[in-house]
């Protein structure tokens, strides 16, 4: 079954303790992307990857770190998260179709107190 | 900054009844996408239209593309409970870096029985 898969799927943490939430899909896609989505300001692009080892900034990066050493997984990182990163965290991913059919994950709820 | 702005942010009707969600830019758009979305769980694709004036139909649900690439909507039909969610359209760059998606912040669709 082509999906998605992030984890973990909800996560309560700390000010300043670093965090990954991983971020895996099985469809071979070249395109991976991060979003987080607030009440009222809809989904916002955090990072998005092109292909291995290449990556660019969306419209909201400041205070998150992605890699991508492999095709299937894009992580996440917080190194010292803040309490305005508690947020819905979603991590999507498409190939080169024309449709650019963009797949989700199921998403990840943080909260950083 | 290329801005798609929904309309009307939030819908309620009774099940039976017809309605339209609009999504509209000042900025031109390649292609663009309709998703849906559930509680607790990403975004799902529905269409993507690509030409001007181009029209799609998916069961009870009409898309239209504007003339002009600039904006879209997406008529129901004779709604029912299980149209209950968000609904969020998203466009594709017609320049620079094709590899994002710009959404907007989404309508609440409520289908009441």
């Known amino acids: 079954e082509a999906q998605v898969t992030q984890n973990p799927r909800y996560l309560i943490t700390v000010t300043g303790k670093k965090l990954t939430v991983t971020c895996s899909q099985n469809m071979n896609h070249e395109y991976m992307s991060w979003y987080r989505q607030d009440p009222g300001l809809g989904l916002r692009q955090i990072y998005y990857s092109m292909n291995v080892e290449v990556t660019d900034k969306g419209d909201v990066p400041e205070g998150y770190k992605v890699s991508r050493k492999e095709k299937r997984n894009f992580p996440l990182i917080l190194e010292s998260p803040s309490p305005n990163q508690t947020s819905l965290y979603f991590c999507a991913s498409r190939g080169v179709s024309f449709g650019y059919e963009q797949y989700f994950g199921p998403g990840t709820r943080l909260t950083v107190t | 900054t290329q801005l798609l702005e929904q309309s009307p942010q939030f819908l309620s009707i009774q099940e039976g009844e017809n309605l339209t969600v609009y999504c509209n830019s000042s900025s031109v758009f390649s292609s663009l996408q309709w998703y849906r979305q559930e509680p607790g769980e990403g975004p799902v694709l529905l269409v993507t239209v690509v030409t001007g004036g181009e029209v799609k139909k998916l069961k009870r649900l009409t898309f239209q593309f504007g003339d002009a690439r600039k904006d879209s909507s997406l008529h129901i039909t004779a709604a029912q409970p299980g149209d209950t969610g968000l609904y969020l359209c998203?466009?594709?760059?017609?320049?620079?870096?094709?590899?994002?998606?710009?959404f907007g912040k989404g309508t609440l669709l409520t289908v009441n029985p």
């Open positions: 998203a466009g594709l760059n017609s320049g620079g870096s094709n590899y994002k998606l710009t």
